[in-house]
Nanobody, 126 residues
């Protein structure tokens, strides 16, 4: 019954910015860690950014450090991904996800996440 709905994707030129949003329902939002993953054509799904259920810790893939910022707004049951200085290699479908249990403090591998949104397409032109 967990539902995650992403929005905010689109077509932008290199160097531009986008902010992705993911609204969650069917769970006690403030008790769950959250993460963004992405999958480009012909590639495996990869971790992008994560935030702890406490909101006190964030994690970023090396490929996006210094450019992307994950944040959460518990009052709105929403997690965001602010993407700046976008590059063509950022082109992918972006998914938000929650882990298999509340209070999760483990690693941010896709196998540890049980609920996923439908994805939103981000395309960065050169």
């Amino acid at each position: 019954q967990v539902q995650l709905i992403e929005s905010g994707g689109g077509l932008v030129q290199a160097g531009g910015s986008l902010r992705l949003s993911c609204v969650a329902s069917g769970l006690t939002f403030s008790s769950y860690a959250l993460a963004w993953f992405r999958q480009a054509p012909g590639k495996e799904r990869e971790f992008v950014a994560g935030i702890s259920w406490t909101g006190s810790s964030t994690y970023n893939a090396d490929s996006v450090k210094g450019r992307f910022t994950i944040s959460r707004d518990n009052a709105k049951n929403t997690v965001y991904l602010q993407m700046n200085s976008l590059k063509p290699e950022d082109t992918a479908v972006y998914y938000c996800a929650v882990p298999w249990r509340s209070g999760y403090t483990g690693t941010y591998y896709a196998k540890n996440f049980s609920s996923w949104g439908q994805g939103t397409q981000v395309t960065v032109s050169s």
